[in-house]
């Protein structure tokens, strides 16, 4: 018979976000088995329980985060291409502002013992390929021109300049975010069309 659970998603969840607020908060030394066992309100059990260990909880951060980018690029698809290719790059930026913690991890993992594995790159590589596909599809569609690796490239850096910049406060000096994601997406998009 299997042994019940004794943690369960919502504890998972909790410690996710509490590793999250250690590492924005006190940066990535200051992640640690106690610290975060302390800072959650469970047992180091907990942890080792759904988890394992320190890097299995960076590895489910860098995971979680992949997979809340792909939930999200998933519920903006619409048979519309130059609509798709627009809800992608407000997919990403609502990845980024939702849980700013697991965007660190995806793409500045400030955890130089964490080695993503062949299956975590496969993760975070349906992401750029869910974008390459809707940008085919814009190809395909005369929305925009170019080689689709390409355009991927461009549209893909464009965003995660712009989710980047937000998340360090630096697009709300003396502007507002939303009006600059709206103009650079609407520019980016124009540039690329066909001539």
């Not at 913690?101 to 130089?112: K, N, Q």
């Not at 993503?116 to 390459?132: H, R, V």
């Not at 021109?145 to 850096?157: F, H, I, R």
Request: charged share 25%; with cysteine; proline share 4%.
């Amino acid at each position: 018979m299997a042994r019940p659970r004794v943690h369960d998603d919502t504890t998972r969840e909790r410690l996710l976000d509490t590793a999250g607020t250690i590492l924005r908060r006190d940066g990535a030394t200051a992640l640690t088995v106690r610290r975060l066992a302390d800072d959650a309100g469970v047992s180091t059990s907990a942890i080792y329980s759904l988890f394992g260990g320190k890097e299995d909880v960076v590895r489910a951060m860098y995971r979680e985060g992949f997979a809340n980018l792909a939930r999200l690029q998933a519920a903006v698809e619409t048979d519309d291409p130059a609509t798709r290719l627009h809800r992608h790059a407000l997919a990403y930026r609502e990845a980024a502002r939702s849980r700013p913690h697991l965007f660190d991890v995806m793409f500045a993992c400030p955890f130089p013992e964490f080695e993503p594995s062949d299956s975590d790159q496969a993760l975070s590589m349906g992401t750029l390929e869910a974008l390459q596909d809707a940008v085919v599809e814009g190809i395909r569609t005369g929305v925009v021109a170019g080689d689709p690796a390409v355009v991927t490239m461009a549209l893909w850096s464009t965003v995660h300049g712009l989710a980047t910049l937000e998340l360090a406060g630096s697009l709300d000096v003396a502007t507002d975010a939303d009006e600059v994601w709206a103009t650079t997406i609407d520019a980016v998009l124009a540039g690329l069309a066909p001539a």
